[in-house]
């Protein structure tokens, strides 16, 4: 996406009113003014009153920005971020839901985010929906191809569909999807879906940052399920069997049999929600709507007991001791000299030559002493 | 257990030889003699030597020394340690088998420990049990009595039973645990088993070092499993329905067939081996010949398939890392200047006022400042 397309049709105008950017001077060479301009475009004042305004292109620039690596754009996306969180009463914060929805690819996610989405829309809420592995596109969405892909959802007005940023960390994917939920939030939306493949960690990383977890099965016994990483199932709040049609149906109704039965097995969730196994189709649009019930259900149910506020809380706390965590990691591993010693430490400690706690105090000592 | 207890015998006579210890003048006062003493008792070579023989004081006083959070004796721990480390060539170090073994109290855990222990002893193995939730014997052991706890097991001279370290942290727990399985080892213990109480955290730590995790269950269906935490039935190699006598008998045999049953839709594990949920009484000695089978059978897979040497290599791998992140947030949060700052950003950040990046790159600067 080019900035020249995302920028805030009104941009040019404020400009230079409060903002760092604008106070620059605006003679100089051609690349000084695109910059300029660029930099405006992210300005945080103009960002945040496009978002309150719940104007898409604001909300598309801002989840650009948040994407960017660069120091002087994570300062900016840090000042939308934090203005976002201000500005929401605990209120209007809750009265949002974020939905992790994940599945092997061919499970149908795209088709049931797609139906879930429209009918939440004609709800009366407005969907933001965003994957989180690059993966699910190629080897997910090809059934339909890719042109099709939640092609009602996409075009309306009330959703907004960002696709996957392709990242090589996980702990990128995951920060970012986290601010990126912020912003949706802000500019309106108040059901946010994040989809994963349900192949890698993803999931353990999106199930700390939504309110509702919800797993798509397929019809057939688990053979189907050696994509999805063991302990997903049991991470799941809702399950689902998709593709409960024609000569599936009978196989989707013994599913979600074994599974009812199965999680009968498995100890409860700390609030009690038993996680329901459902069935559905979102190809023909059948069931569907005990899906929503459900999960409004659910939501309702967390919202009684205090689970979805408390929910929330530890995810922002742990949200920040995992920063604090993986900054201190970050200054560590990124010493080129304790890389070194670390790659000859961790070769002997492998070979079960050194002792793991003695070779890691000898890394840590050298990383003091820098 | 005092150390004058846990002296190895012949401590006094080689006292003065090479330890550090015993180059101090041994007049002073009887304190600084019982000091000394004490000193010596930890002296890594004679720790070492005793360990060799398999001397049961040797391998307490080392276990003891281990739990220590002293500076000094950490310092000799590790010098222990790594002998131990440095011995072993890979051919015995493989040799031995770590079993973790976890079920919620009540399920018979002690009793199932001796049974497989004694199997284990006839078959010419050297058996060594610890336990880490110290909660474990308090609600757990309570149907037969502390002192009937593994009694025959406890009296053999090829086992060695270690009660459970009353540590406040986990992660102590868990460092601790694996270098005491490296000691026992280092004794000529070749089976070392470590008991959970399924209720915290442990059973994920025990998971990461341990060669076979065994998980107990009750007969009847999950509702006895209210105590054990979501996620454990997936990390199970060998899952053993216990008390499959009597009246229990028939709940038993549907027990496992649920399990069984239910298993089948989890995905399989990265070996390609298939849990088997088995039956056992290990009061009346029922089926344990069945358990001891499987459990050879999965070592002897995870050999053939070289997955056993490579957990065992990522096991220590993870721990060297492990310990590095644990040590960089030790210093963090061990800063009381940083912990004031953290506590008033930590309740900003879960009222929702604060972004969770912004704060922590706040205290992260504040350290690195300091």
Redesign the interface.
Known sequence: MSEEKERLPGAEQPAGAGSAAGAEQPSGAAQRDFLARQRGSFDPALLLAGLRNGDRNSLARALTLVESDRLEHRKLA?QV??AC??E?T?AT?HASLRIGITGVPGVGKSTFIESLGMMLINAGHRVGVMAVDPSSEKSGGSILGDKTRMEKLAAHESAFIRPSPARGTLGGVA?RTR?HILLFEAAGYDVVMVETVGVGQSETAVHGMVDCFLLLLLPG??DE???????I???ADLLVVNKSDGDFEKRAVETQR??E??L??????ESGWVPPVLRCSSTIQNGMSVVLEKLLAFRDAMHTGGHFARR??EQ??S??HE???????A??YANPAIRRALAE??TA?????????????R??ERF?ER
């Open positions: 840090r971020l934090e969180l201000r929401k605990t914060a920060d601010e016994a688990g399920l050696q994509g999805i990483k063991r302990g199932v049991e991470m074994d599974y039965r199965a009968h097995l498995f100890p409860p969730t929330r809380q922002a706390g949200w920040l920063a604090i965590r993986d900054g201190l990691s200054g560590f430490e961790e400690v492998r070979a079960g030559n050194v002792h793991p706690l003695q070779a890691a105090e890394l840590l003091r």
